[in-house]
C-alpha cells in the first residue's frame, strides 16, 4: 500500500527557491517520481529519483532519501508560470506510480 | 506523434447507464493505467495493467472495470455509474518492465458527470 505525504499548498514570491517535501510509505519501493500539473491539464513528467541523493534537472532539482522515506523537489529562479500542482509518485512492485494529494504552489509577483 | 488518447473528453450522463472511456496509445508501451483526480484527493489510481491480458487493481477500484486485449487499448468501464464517480479521469501509459521506471505519459483527461 502507499502513504503519500505532501503540502496542501504553498507560495512563493517570482525569482525565489521553493522546496516541495513528500514523505511516504511504498510497498516495494522502487523510484519516486515528480511531476507538475497545470490547472485542467494533464500531469507532466518533471524527474525521476531511485538512487539516494540529488537529480538536477535545470531549474528543477529532486532529491530522495530511501532510508528516510523522503523526498523533495526544489524549484529554482521560480517563474510566474510555475503556479501549478506538484504530485509526488513513489512507485512500488508495479512499476506504475501512485500519487499523493498534490502540493498547490502559488507563484506571485 | 506520440501520444495517449482518450474519447470522451467530456460527457454528462444519468446513473445506471453504462458507458465505457476509450484509451489509446501508439507508443507500443506495455504499461497502462487510469487514475480519477478529486479536489482535495489528489490523483487516485484505479487500475493499471502491466501487459496484454494482466490488469490489476489499484487504490480505487470499486465500480470499474478494464480490460487488456491489445497492447494500445486500456478501455475503463463503468457498468452502472453513480454520481460519486464523477470526475476528472486521466489514462496513463509507460515503457515497462525490463526498461527500469520509465515517465508516465498522460491523456489529456475525460472529464465525466454522472447524474
Known amino acids: ?109 | 506523434e506520440a501520444q495517449v488518447t482518450q474519447n470522451p473528453r467530456y460527457l454528462i450522463t444519468v446513473t445506471g447507464k453504462k458507458l465505457t472511456v476509450t484509451c489509446s496509445q501508439n507508443m507500443n508501451h506495455e504499461y497502462m493505467s487510469w487514475y480519477r483526480q478529486d479536489p482535495g484527493l489528489g490523483l487516485r489510481q484505479i487500475y493499471y495493467s502491466m501487459n496484454v491480458e494482466v490488469t490489476d487493481k489499484g487504490d480505487v477500484p470499486e465500480g470499474y472495470k478494464v480490460s487488456r486485449k491489445e497492447k494500445r487499448n486500456f478501455p475503463l468501464i463503468l457498468e452502472s455509474p453513480s454520481p460519486n464517480q464523477t470526475s476528472l479521469y486521466f489514462c496513463a501509459s509507460s515503457l515497462g518492465l525490463g526498461t527500469g521506471n520509465q515517465p508516465q505519459h498522460f491523456g489529456d483527461g475525460t472529464r465525466l458527470s454522472i447524474l
Not at chain 1, 521553493?18 to 515528480?34: A, E
Not at chain 1, 518533471?46 to 522515506?69: I, Q, T
Open chain 1, 1 to 109: 500500500g502507499q502513504n503519500i505525504d505532501q503540502p496542501t499548498e504553498m507560495t512563493a514570491t517570482e525569482g525565489a527557491i521553493v522546496q516541495i517535501n513528500c514523505t511516504y510509505q511504498t510497498s516495494g519501493f522502487n523510484g519516486l517520481f515528480w511531476y507538475q500539473q497545470h490547472a485542467g491539464e494533464a500531469p507532466t513528467f518533471l524527474s525521476y529519483n531511485v538512487l539516494d541523493g540529488l537529480e538536477e534537472k535545470g531549474r528543477f532539482s529532486s532529491f530522495l532519501s530511501r532510508s528516510k522515506g523522503y523526498s523533495y523537489l526544489l524549484l529554482k529562479e521560480l517563474q510566474m508560470k510555475d503556479s501549478a500542482s506538484y504530485l509526488c509518485g513513489p512507485s512500488g512492485g508495479s512499476y506504475i506510480p501512485t500519487f499523493g494529494r498534490g502540493t498547490s504552489l502559488i507563484v506571485h509577483p
